[in-house]
């Protein structure tokens, strides 16, 4: 048995079926995956994320330090509230995780970092940390729900208060909130609007249920899959790793680059790959036949062989998509399944856009 997260009898009471994810008993689907996509692109869905670490970071050097960990800038936040995608690297600019920082109050912020690079993390974070006047707090304590949906934000404002609901009808994307007990932040992982809810962990069951009586349907991590990845984000360990960069990954636009004196760890190595220009590219592809694409395929195109880093059926479309690792400059592609070469489109995601096709064939 791996480890439970607050949510796990929740879960079982609703006949999850449950796997194993990073070392957690997680839901993979409550009955049918594709029903549950379909529900969180149509109305709205709920997903357990507290397998996912949350860590406070506070003290006189916390903005210092993270202007030194991560390849964004934490300067950009200049109101309480405020959130960051960002990745943090390693010297060589290899990718140790992705993860979103948000600001706090007094100078604190708040990071959420992945389930299966949890105790990575946090090792070096603390070991960065030591130079730097920074107490670094990982928070097992929290849950963490993600409510996600066309209809997502309308059912989180009738399970708080009045005046947490008047504040977040209010609020920006990637922007959060605290009140009720509760910190709110705008942002997922779904191409779809709505919230990451982080709450105490003894109160998330009560949460749960109470956005359940609101229609909000329980749904897996198969669902969340194929839903990042018709929204065209990266999944760590898939997309993107530490042998790779983020201007390999398709995430050069979450690096800072100016001003050019903040020294970010990975910074020269980047910057030598920039000024060289990247040999891979991370690129979408559509299959134009039947079949689906899958992680770890062969791609061959026009410039040399590539792989798809992951890939699915994707249920908005009713055809495969699949993100893939190629060389520069490729135009065109074929993908081997099961020893055949297939032809495949190179589209640029989202593949889907609120809630809509969005391929550029």
């Not at 109050?105 to 105790?119: E, I, L």
Request: contains cysteine.
């Amino acid at each position: 048995m791996g480890r439970q997260t607050p949510l796990y009898d929740s879960h079982v009471a609703s006949g999850a079926k449950m796997v194993d994810f990073a070392g957690w008993d997680m839901p993979i689907h409550y009955g049918s995956q594709l029903n549950e996509h379909r529900q969180v692109r149509q109305a709205a869905g709920m997903f357990d994320v507290s397998h996912m670490a949350v860590v406070d970071l506070a003290g006189a050097a916390t903005r210092d330090f993270l202007r030194h960990l991560l390849a964004n800038d934490v300067a950009k936040l200049q109101t309480s509230g405020a959130a960051l995608y960002t990745c943090m690297l390693n010297p060589a600019g290899g990718i140790k995780d992705d993860l979103i920082v948000y600001r706090r109050d007094d100078g604190a912020y708040r990071m959420v970092v992945n389930a299966g690079t949890r105790d990575k993390d946090l090792a070096w974070i603390r070991e960065w940390a030591a130079d730097f006047d920074v107490a670094v707090t990982e928070r097992p304590d929290l849950a963490m729900i993600a409510v996600q949906g066309p209809a997502a934000r309308d059912a989180v404002h009738g399970v708080v208060s009045d005046g947490l609901a008047a504040g977040l009808a209010d609020l920006e994307r990637f922007h959060a909130l605290a009140g009720d007990g509760l910190f709110v932040a705008r942002t997922g992982y779904t191409g779809e609007d709505g919230y990451e809810i982080i709450v105490p962990g003894d109160a998330a069951a009560d949460l749960w249920a109470r956005l359940a009586a609101r229609g909000v349907a329980p749904t897996g991590l198969g669902a969340r899959d194929t839903l990042r990845l018709e929204a065209g984000l990266n999944l760590y360990g898939s997309d993107m790793d530490e042998d790779t960069t983020p201007l390999e990954s398709a995430l050069g636009w979450t690096v800072a680059w100016e001003p050019a004196e903040r020294d970010f760890i990975g910074r020269q190595a980047l910057e030598a790959q920039r000024a060289a220009g990247p040999a891979r590219i991370l690129v979408g592809l559509v299959l134009e036949g039947r079949g689906v694409l899958r992680g770890h395929q062969k791609v061959i195109t026009d410039k040399g062989e590539g792989e798809t880093t992951s890939g699915s059926f994707a249920p908005t479309l009713e055809r495969s998509v699949a993100l893939a690792r190629v060389p520069a400059g490729t135009t065109s592609a074929q993908v081997e399944i099961r020893g055949r070469l297939h032809d495949v489109i190179i589209s640029r995601p989202p593949f889907v856009k609120n809630g809509q096709p969005n391929l550029h064939i």
